[in-house]
């Protein structure tokens, strides 16, 4: 007797058999393509810092202007995020993905071999545009490609790059100058980089482009300015001082030309920037926490770095490795969400438990540390912080796009990551500007432990108002992104089957 069902040819069963195999393929393709470029391209937001005095002594100019190398990335960025939701629906998402993957391998390149100041700077702005593009595009993918209720565990993974590559930036910083070249921090991102080009161009579904869709030139000018304007004066502002002409030129206009932005996507039906989806309640509350709880994360890691090198003395490679447990905090939370939190919780309670949490570790370090502090006490409140972080990471992930539909998706993730990248620079503006307050110099120099406190303590009030977007979270509207928990009988009927 054939072991088919009457009917069934065996190409017929075959064919069936090939289906889920093909759609787990995807689902793992989009995620190795997607975190390799999103951990390049959040790991260059710090890992440059740690070499920037070096650069400076190497074309022999003052540390004002060697500045400009980590300001020309963060401005990119800001200019290549607005476009790069249409940009993925126009031409479809694998074509725009590696098109990013691959323009940010080449600008990596190429920063390795500047030989002047003016080539740098040039260089790393074409590799802001490169990351910038990525973020959206592979965030709309990705949703595209997990159904909601799978989206938990494909969130859990994200946060493996959104958590390590941010502390990884200072040790690997700090090993690589010291041990090889400054030029090394930019040629360690090729072979990544090339390996998820590569891959993603033999393993990605090439997706359904839409070429009638029009290009709102108003809208990206109007967003790209105004975004660009406001991550200038931001990343300026502790530095120059918030007063002074540059920073309030910069955050006044990038304010007003934002506003417009705003105004004039309102009246069209196919934005640029579709501001019409913050009317949805549970997507704009998730944007909300995460870009909250992203000033919370990069202010704390910024303020670590500075606490454990002017504070406790230690070398750079040293602060980074101290500051690790906090990772591996993100890590671990991200797992412990995906596989069992957030379905237990409920993304309502889980997001509140994640934001209160980091609150409570944040407030818990500006009243503990002190300068001879044991590592004992501070690297389980680093653990703390990291695992709260993870938490909302996964939520926020999770719950924000289960009202979005596939076809707003690449606008939807264009106005998250907007909030995800400038939540990280408000983050460190605030400490950097705490600091300062509290001390003689912008780098940390000369703050007292009280500086480091107030920081701390800061950020965990600020933190605090992501708790009211938490609440407004339905659980009812985030169903769909709920995974199903099989029921018992059928466990075990499956079980019991050869």
Sequence with gaps: MSP????????????RRRVPRATVSQKVAVCVVYVAGLFLSTLDMTIVNVALPTIGRAFDVPSTAVDTVSIAYLVSLAVAVPASGWLGDRFGGKRTLLTA????????????????????????VLQGLGGGMLASVGMAMLLRAFAPEERVRASSVLSIANGLAPTMGPVLGGVLVTQVSWRAIFYVNVPVGVFATVFGALRLRTEPARPAERFDLTGFLLAASGFALVMYGVSEGPARGWTTVP???????????????????????????????????LFASGTTVMTVESVAFLGTLFTLTLYFQDERGMSPLAAGLCTFPEALGVVTGSQLAGRVLYRRLRPRRHLILGVAATSAVLAAMGLLLREDTGLWLVVPLLFGVGLAVGQVFVGTQSASFATVTPAASGRASTLFNVGRRLGGAIGVAVATTVLVSAGTSGSGAGTTTDGYRIAFLTLAVLNLLGLYAATRVSDTDAASSIPRQPDRSIREEQERQP
């Design 101 to 124: 993957v691959a323009v940010f391998t080449v600008a990596s390149a190429l920063c390795g071999t500047a030989t002047s100041l003016g080539q740098l700077v040039v260089y790393r």
């Design 4 to 15: 088919h069902p009457a009917g069934a040819s065996t190409a017929d069963v075959s064919r």
């Design 247 to 281: 920073v309030t030129a910069a955050l006044a206009c990038g304010a007003v030309l934002v506003a417009a932005m705003v105004a004039v996507e309102l009246r069209k039906r196919l934005p640029m920037i579709d501001v019409r989806l913050l009317t949805n309640r």
